[in-house]
């Protein structure tokens, strides 16, 4: 287990840890962070903390489901958002206690709105989750006749362009010009 867990006061031991055991690691995360922060920890070494309490209470965490990927539940998702889808977007995203895994969004009219429909971690079926997200987010873009973009499917990239950036390229304005 990490050394800087013995740092931290037994209030914040227990708090950090029921966030663990609710499967709330970003809020674990956060408590860690601006607990050790005085003393030069950064985001990542509370991250460290957090994982090495997700394996001692492994057995007991309560894990929060996976987001459901089926057309229906997508569909039903996007039906509720606030105003009309425009793009369904795929991209990579990562941490210590997940690795690699794809975010799902819809991205709706406007300038820069959009809304979360699924976290891909790894797909039950056993494919990795650029495919799982991919055959997902396609499905529900032909659904609601709206484009699909995944800009690196087969390989991790956290830095590939988003569907709004490519929009403002093919429209020849670059994405400093703001439009």
């Known amino acids: 287990m990490s050394g800087w867990w013995a740092y931290l006061e037994e209030r914040t031991c227990r708090a950090v840890d029921a966030d663990v055991l609710r499967d709330r690691r970003l809020s674990a995360v956060r408590s860690v962070w601006e607990a050790l922060r005085p ?62 895994f794809v975010v799902l969004v819809a991205v709706l009219d406007g300038r820069e709105g959009e809304s979360h429909l699924a976290t891909v971690y790894h797909h039950r079926d056993g494919s990795p989750p650029g495919v799982a997200a991919a055959g997902a987010g396609r499905a529900l873009a032909g659904r609601l006749g709206v484009p699909f973009h995944f800009a690196s499917p087969d390989v991790p990239d956290d830095e590939a362009p988003r569907w709004r950036t490519v929009q403002r390229l093919a429209e020849g304005r670059g994405p400093q010009s703001g439009g």
């Open 39 to 100: 003393l030069g920890v950064g985001l990542h070494e509370a991250e460290l903390v957090v994982y090495a309490r997700y394996e001692a209470l492994s057995d007991r965490v309560q894990r929060t489901p996976p987001d459901p990927l089926d057309l229906p539940s997508l569909a039903a998702r996007a039906a509720a958002l606030p105003g009309r889808v425009a793009a369904v977007e795929a991209f990579w995203d990562g941490d210590t206690v997940h690795d690699w």
